[in-house]
Antibody, heavy 125, light 107 residues
Framework: EVQLVESGGNLVQPGGSLRLSCAASGFAFGSYSINWVRQSLEKGLEWISYIGHTGDEKKYADSVRGRFTISRDNAKNLLYLQMNSLREDDTAIYYC??????????????????WGQGTLVTVSS | DIQMTQSPSTLSASVGDRVTITCRASQVISSWLAWYQQKPGTAPRLLIYQASNLESGVPSRFSGGGSGTEFTLTVSSLQPDDFATYYCQQYNSYPYTFGQGTKLEIK
């Protein structure tokens, strides 16, 4: 059974930093790309970052580019999100979400077939 | 970025009803669309991928359709467990984007 368990969420002041982790089990972690998706009342569901299965390919939403860094440790089955320069509008539940999909016609198309339970990040003074 | 617009935002229905939720993309996304179900306090759950493919374990009363810019999610006969919020998501291009959600309520 696929399991994704996020941790690291906390209350942090604006301008502060936080590192989230996502522990994976039940599948060949190193063979799948993974994402971070967040959810807030104001913005709803928002995809924020993607990392390819080797860790070489990374993508970010404009809202977090330059402040957040995604990484993974395939030997430990762990995904990370380093969040710096946090702002109040980063307040949200953060989910890790495993990809499934395929590549065709020169493109790769991936949807999120498994999600963790989420971890709450609150940015407030 | 591709904008996804769902309608309606809220839908009141009864057990046994047939309901349809619509999702429109601001650009052509072929069939690269997924539908998710979310209940309070839980993570989204994948229902449909590639517009019309039912995820394993999802009841057959759920179905998806459409291509290009217009898509639908239909529940053929609502069951008590189906009252939840539903989201569409395009995965044609990054940044992947979600609709704002449709809350399915008991009438």
């Amino acid at each position: 059974e696929v399991q994704l368990v996020e941790s690291g969420g906390n209350l942090v002041q604006p301008g502060g930093s936080l590192r989230l982790s996502c522990a994976a089990s039940g599948f060949a972690f190193g063979s799948y790309s993974i994402n971070w998706v967040r959810q807030s009342l104001e913005k709803g569901l928002e995809w924020i970052s993607y990392i390819g299965h080797t860790g070489d390919e990374k993508k970010y939403a404009d809202s977090v580019r330059g402040r957040f860094t995604i990484s993974r440790d395939n030997a430990k089955n762990l995904l990370y999100l380093q969040m710096n320069s946090l702002r109040e509008d980063d307040t949200a539940i953060y989910y890790c979400a495993k990809d499934r999909g395929h590549c065709a016609g020169g493109g790769c198309y991936r949807y999120h077939d498994s999600w963790g339970q989420g971890t709450l990040v609150t940015v407030s003074s | 970025d591709i904008q996804m617009t769902q309608s309606p935002s809220t839908l009141s229905a009864s057990v046994g009803d047939r309901v349809t939720i619509t999702c429109r993309a601001s650009q052509v996304i072929s069939s690269w669309l997924a539908w998710y179900q979310q209940k309070p306090g839980t993570a989204p759950r994948l229902l449909i991928y590639q517009a019309s493919n039912l995820e394993s374990g999802v009841p057959s009363r759920f179905s998806g359709g459409g291509s290009g810019t217009e898509f639908t999610l239909t529940v053929s006969s609502l069951q008590p467990d189906d009252f939840a919020t539903y989201y569409c998501q395009q995965y044609n291009s990054y940044p992947y984007t979600f609709g704002q959600g449709t809350k399915l309520e008991i009438k």
